[in-house]
């Protein structure tokens, strides 16, 4: 067991302590180097022009989530209920998943362009395009973690006359949920990303949209607190999520 394993302190101290030290640094460095505020911004500065007018990035928050949450669902479920039908037919397993496997490498951002001639700019664009790059994550992940139950455990349940629904409900998915949440994660962090690059293409409101005005204005301290806003919703999608996966993987194992 290593020296910080061994110290009594509850697990959120040191992540806490590290943000602390981090935001000394960075007020440090600013001082002592004399850094223009367009550069690098004080933390001061940042909390000030955030407390100046909370209810504007409260509102591209709020946008930036509910573009994340229903592009995020739209893209999970959909890769999720593919990858219900990959594993069944075996055939068609071994004609797509290659292609998908091969379509995570490609950047999302150049299909933006297409979405744009088909769909036009707004809130449904951008949905569509977190949908598309929380997709793939979901599927391939769902579709390994369906198909590595060992043939011992299918060989077992057939002895017993057990029905594909049985089957899947009793055996693929309980094997599956560490694969699936480890998609659904990757998904969550993707589907915040996506948002914003959206609201950077498509879109006119929202944390993302919030950045590239204030990038034109060379507002740097709005910069950072959009990105802290940001930082901050991301960090509770992933922590709710993980928070699922342990309840889930407890009872699962209970």
């Known amino acids: 067991m290593s020296v910080a394993e061994r ?80 594993v069944q037919v075996p055939l068609l397993r071994r004609a797509v998943v290659p292609y998908l496997v091969a379509a995570r490498v490609v950047p999302k951002l150049a299909v933006a362009p297409l979405l744009l001639i088909y769909l036009g700019t707004g809130f449904t664009t951008g949905a569509v395009f977190v949908a598309l790059i929380t997709f793939f994550p979901m599927v391939v992940n769902a579709v390994a973690g369906l198909d590595s139950v060992p043939r011992r455990y299918h060989d077992l349940f057939a002895s017993v006359d057990a029905g594909v629904l049985a089957t899947f409900v009793h055996l693929r998915l309980p094997y599956a949920l560490p694969a699936i949440f480890a998609g659904l994660k990757q998904s969550v962090a993707l589907a915040v990303v996506g948002a914003v690059v959206a609201e950077w293409v498509v879109a006119t409101n929202g944390l993302g949209a919030l950045v590239l005005f204030a990038l034109e204005d060379v507002q740097t301290d709005v910069m950072f607190a959009a990105t802290v806003v940001l930082f901050v919703e991301g960090l509770v999608l992933y922590g709710v999520v993980a928070a699922v996966e342990r309840r889930v993987l407890w009872e699962a194992e209970a």
């Open 7 to 86: 110290l009594p302190v509850p697990n959120v101290v040191l992540p806490v302590a590290g943000l602390a030290v981090g935001i000394v640094a960075w007020w440090i460095a600013t001082v002592l180097f004399s850094l223009p505020s367009y550069l690098l911004p004080a933390p001061d500065a940042v909390v000030a022009r955030f407390l100046g007018n909370p209810a504007l990035y409260a509102s591209s928050a709020w946008i930036t989530l509910r573009r994340a949450l229903l592009g995020g669902g739209i893209g999970v479920l959909a890769g999720f209920l593919i990858a219900l039908v990959v």
